[in-house]
Nanobody, 123 residues
Framework: EPLVESGGGSVQAGGSLRLSCTASGRAYKYYPFGWFRQALGKERKFVAAIRTGSVDTYYADSVKDRFIISRDDDKVTVYLQMNNLRSDDSAVYYC?????????????????WGQGTAVTVSS
């Protein structure tokens, strides 16, 4: 698998989790990454993205000030630190590599996807 996510699990509301996404090839460190999530029965939605060099980050309004995206290019790994989790954060979280020009929040510009890691937040 080109991208492998980990770190999902179950947590109580108000708790924290850190997701990781490790890419199999070092070439991926030259691309922006994004995190998306899909709740049960709903469409997949943008969560956060990070440019190369960690210069710029982007967040969905629903996670702004609670989630932090970061990357370690030496490890070719992207992280999503999720704090103050709520029940509506429950979803399968996917990381993806953005290889096409376009809006960071649009999944059609991301061409390589991981298998996802599930997050369940109980209230």
């Amino acid at each position: 698998e080109p991208l492998v996510e980990s770190g999902g699990g179950s947590v109580q509301a108000g708790g924290s989790l850190r997701l990781s996404c490790t890419a199999s090839g070092r070439a991926y460190k030259y691309y922006p990454f994004g995190w998306f999530r899909q709740a049960l029965g709903k469409e997949r939605k943008f969560v956060a993205a990070i440019r190369t060099g960690s210069v710029d980050t982007y967040y969905a309004d629903s996670v702004k000030d609670r989630f932090i995206i970061s990357r370690d290019d030496d490890k070719v790994t992207v992280y999503l630190q999720m704090n103050n989790l709520r029940s509506d954060d429950s979803a399968v979280y996917y990381c993806a590599v953005k290889t096409l020009p376009g809006a960071f929040g649009a999944e059609r510009y991301y061409t390589t996807w991981g298998q996802g890691t599930a997050v369940t937040v109980s209230s």
